[in-house]
T-cell receptor, first 114, second 113 residues
């Protein structure tokens, strides 16, 4: 069984640019959540997608947007990058069923904004 | 407001010694509680979770945690620490309908020989 995978592993962008991060959920999982983890901090919830629809959003501006595809993979898009967007971006998938709250995390994408 | 507090930023223990990592939460309803471990440069691995029932839950790698509603705590314990346990540990609380999780700021564990 393949776990959650993310690409790319590392990324360097400059302020004002746009970035797209990708996540493949674990087989059979239909819910994907995205988190931002700044250095020395815990992950902060960005948003969640369930069956291709946004299903909750944290305190992040609209320039953070996402997509979920029919195969349940997902993208996180960030426009107009700011220096504070530098962080580890984590994707987590959850299986369908009663305990959908159990999230399985990918290794993350390290984004550096210069 | 929902929040998670991990009071200890950094803990150092000797290999073979016991370990307890503290977690306190603030949540308006019955929470789902989790402990995750993160090795450097890696994602988060689920150690254990509490949804309901027995307040002492067992997890992987010999870890356990106890839910104490009266103290709003969910402390993680291990009777004998191994050098490979050195990592960052995160406590998290989530709703029982599956949506937004709240993570603590983490406790960094160093294990000395």
């Amino acid at each position: 069984e393949t776990g959650v995978t993310q690409s790319p592993t590392h990324l360097i962008k400059t302020r004002g640019q746009q970035v797209t991060l990708r996540c493949s959920s674990q087989s059979g999982h239909n819910t994907v959540s995205w988190y931002q983890q700044a250095l020395g901090q815990g992950p902060q919830f960005i948003f969640q997608y369930y069956r291709e629809e946004e299903n909750g959003r944290g305190n992040f501006p609209p320039r953070f947007s996402g997509l979920q595809f029919p195969n349940y993979s997902s993208e996180l898009n960030v426009n107009a990058l700011e220096l504070d967007d530098s962080a580890l971006y984590l994707c987590a998938s959850s299986p369908p069923g009663l305990h959908t709250d159990t999230q399985y995390f990918g290794p993350g994408t390290r984004l550096t904004v210069l | 407001a929902q929040s998670v507090t991990q009071p200890d930023i950094h803990i150092t223990v000797s290999e073979g010694a016991s370990l307890e990592l503290r977690c306190n939460y603030s949540y308006g309803a019955t929470p789902y509680l989790f402990w995750y471990v993160q090795s450097p440069g890696q994602g988060l691995q689920l150690l254990l979770k509490y949804f309901s029932g027995d307040t002492l839950v067992q997890g992987i790698k010999g870890f356990e945690a106890e839910f104490k509603r009266s103290q709003s705590s969910f402390n993680l314990r291990k009777p004998s620490v191994h050098w490979s346990d050195a990592a960052e540990y995160f406590c998290a609380v989530g709703p029982n309908t599956g949506n937004q999780f709240y993570f603590g700021t983490g406790t960094s564990l160093t294990v000395i020989p």
